[in-house]
């Protein structure tokens, strides 16, 4: 079809030049109003739209609005928004915790009941469909002058190597040089003592104390009741051996900034069903923990803050979906709270260096590829900015088979002005990969938003130059990045600038959803507190504004690894490539779901066939979807294929 100005569009065009015209005679002021006249009349012109895209808002409910903090894209075509307390302090305080399944298709808004706060919860798309979601906040931060009672970690010592001991939360600790008293927040486990032998002569040593973390806190409020150095504890409430083997020992327990804690709580969301299921927890509390898929189907936990408000000392697990379980991996791997890590073709994992914050600024920090099989780590060099990885996005660039990884921008550690502009690529297939830098962005980018697209390209959105959008600092500017050419193209601008707690995905129909955003402040002077932006917009892209896309209809719903399935379609002729798509699950700029696997394709007589790789570590099992694009570059709606 071809594209005609609408009766909207004429008036908005003899408006903006009227207007713009009388500006010129009446002042500043009125010439901005033109300006802004004169740009939407632009926006809206069907040429534009078709060269740069165009953004519109969700018209989303007023009951239906939430912090988004999440987001996932569901094989039922539906999308998952959770919040839980929404980083508000009020609604954890209240147990109100939020998820909202949005169906873009109707755009019908569902509530969903939501057990625990998974605000700040890691989460992957597994085999069956299902979403897995682990972690999230048992208690907010309190910074440094909101903190009332002395406290910290507790580390409690068993030396008996013939059972473990159970402390209930309430357990006292009195110090044995300083003489004060603090209590235990939550009951602990803490194993029994390990007896080492000589290896040569077989004679006992010693006992290993078995360890507990616990967090404990002083009964009464001030200053006073801060500990000084380190010290050992007695437990009064222990009697005989007990009391003998089990003490607690802690370094000073202050009046300093406590940071949030995690919870061990896992769930599976059921798309079918819409609601989540319980499974065992963790071993160990995750609060900005990452959930990697393996290539098995098995899911990898790292990192995160635990219930103390500590990084996990490298305690890395794996969640079984068959038995649903979890189970130490035996080894450690200190990283960062949420640090990008994705599976290779190889089976191994490359951890691109991207991450979320919290962890010191030198552990964990380099990108490498990380072989499980024996927790060897070959560090990747040539990383520009190598010290504003902090809030940087990541992405394995289209086709998947290329093993090509792109680094778009982020920022210092913590709460750092500093910001790279920045774009670095690697080829993890290279015999001694190098990080190199590709093209720049205009700014130094905090938090940037990256979807990958049906066509090949990336669409990077959003961000901003100061931690937290800090000095009216976010950027309303879009990207494509296009792998082949190696260059970033100007789009349409979004309406709203967006950083930290945003996040964008790709849907179904070829769209994205943007949403999201947390700016600390709501001024340039940064004096007025920041409101979240629970105003969700959607980008419709380029190939959207052509006169034709191609279809598919007919086909099977289920492709085995290394088998073929054949489409019919109309438009076979024009077809040209075919791209599986893994649905994104995305929070704080990490999204290691998302991958676009080439497929073979072939021509039939009304219709095409594609084949599915055989590589279990690029095809992960689970539903995607699947786009094919013409010779124009205009992709199909998608169909959703298993790959079991």
Not at 100 to 125: A, E, R
Not at 136 to 164: C, F, I, Q, S
Request: glycine share 10%; hydrophobic share 30%; aromatic share 8%.
């Amino acid at each position: 079809m071809s594209f005609r100005p609408s009766r909207r569009a004429k008036r908005l065009s003899i408006t903006a030049a009227v207007v713009v015209a009388v500006a010129a005679f009446n002042g500043p002021a009125l010439y901005r109003f033109g300006s802004e006249q004169y740009h939407e009349y632009k926006i809206n012109r069907p040429e534009y739209k078709a060269e740069n895209g165009h953004w519109d808002f969700l018209d989303v409910p007023t009951d239906k609005k939430i912090n988004t903090i999440h987001s996932a894209l569901l094989h039922t075509g539906k999308v998952l928004l959770i919040a839980g307390s929404g980083n508000n302090q009020k609604n954890f305080d209240a147990g109100k915790f939020e998820s909202v399944l949005w169906d873009p298709k109707n755009n019908t808004y569902k509530m969903i009941k939501t057990p625990k706060d998974m605000f700040c919860s890691g989460h992957t798309q597994l085999g069956d469909g299902k979403l897995l979601v682990a972690g999230g906040t048992k208690r907010y931060e309190k910074l440094e002058g909101d903190v009332t009672k002395a406290g910290g970690l507790m580390v409690v010592h068993n030396e008996n190597p013939d059972k473990p001991i159970t402390l209930p939360a309430g357990t006292v600790f009195k110090g044995k040089k300083n003489g004060k008293t603090y209590v235990s927040k939550d009951p602990v486990l803490v194993e029994k003592a390990t007896k080492v032998f000589d290896k040569a002569t077989g004679k006992f040593l010693r006992n290993n104390p078995g360890l507990g973390r616990i967090y404990v806190e002083a009964k009464q409020s001030g200053k006073q009741y801060e500990s000084g150095a380190q010290d050992n504890y007695a437990i009064p409430s222990l009697t005989g051996k007990d009391a003998q083997n089990t003490y607690g020992v802690a370094e000073k327990l202050a009046l300093d900034k406590k940071d949030f804690q995690g919870i061990r709580e896992a769930y599976e969301f059921d798309p079918v069903a819409e609601k989540y299921i319980t499974v065992d927890p963790m071993n160990e509390a995750r609060w900005y923990p990452s959930l990697t898929t393996l290539k098995d189907g098995k899911v990898l936990a790292t990192s995160g803050l635990d219930d103390i408000g500590q990084i996990v000392p490298g305690k890395d697990e794996i969640y079984d979906p068959k038995t649903k379980t979890w189970k130490y991996t035996g080894f450690e791997r200190r990283l960062p709270t949420y640090p990008s890590l994705f599976t290779l073709n190889s089976g191994k994992l490359i951890y691109t260096g991207s991450n979320a914050g919290y962890g010191p600024a030198d552990v964990g920090r380099e990108p490498g590829i990380w072989d499980l099989s024996n927790n060897s780590f070959k560090k990747i060099p040539g990383m520009s900015d190598p010290d504003q990885l902090e809030t940087s996005a990541s992405v394995m660039l289209p086709p998947a088979q290329d093993q090509r990884f792109m680094v778009i921008g982020g920022g210092g550690v913590g709460e750092s002005e500093k910001s790279s502009e920045k774009t670095r690529l690697v080829d993890a297939d290279d015999a001694n990969p190098t990080f190199k830098d590709g093209p720049s962005l205009d700014k130094g980018t905090r938090y940037p938003s990256a979807s990958l697209m049906p066509d090949d390209t990336v669409l990077i959105t959003g961000g901003s130059e100061d931690y937290r959008g800090r000095s009216d600092s976010n950027i309303k500017e879009a990207r494509s990045f296009d792998p082949k050419t190696n260059k970033l193209k100007r789009l349409a601008d979004p309406a709203v600038g967006r950083n930290y707690h945003s996040s964008s995905v790709l849907l179904p129909d070829g769209r994205v959803m943007v949403a999201g955003s947390d700016s600390l402040y709501a001024d340039k002077a940064n004096t007025r507190p920041g409101v979240f932006e629970q105003r969700i917009e959607i980008y419709t892209p380029p190939y959207l504004y052509r006169d034709s896309r191609p279809k598919l209809n007919d086909g099977p719903k289920k492709i085995a690894r290394g088998a073929s399935g054949t489409f019919t379609s109309q438009h076979a002729s024009s077809i040209k490539s075919a791209r599986l798509m893994r649905p994104s699950a995305v929070t704080h700029m990490t999204d290691m779901d998302q991958r676009s696997i080439a497929l073979d394709l072939k021509k039939t007589a009304d219709g095409i066939t594609v084949t599915v790789p055989e590589n279990r570590s690029l095809v992960p099992s689970g539903y995607y979807m699947l786009f094919v694009t013409d010779d124009q570059g205009t992709p199909s709606e998608a169909v959703w294929v298993e790959v079991p």
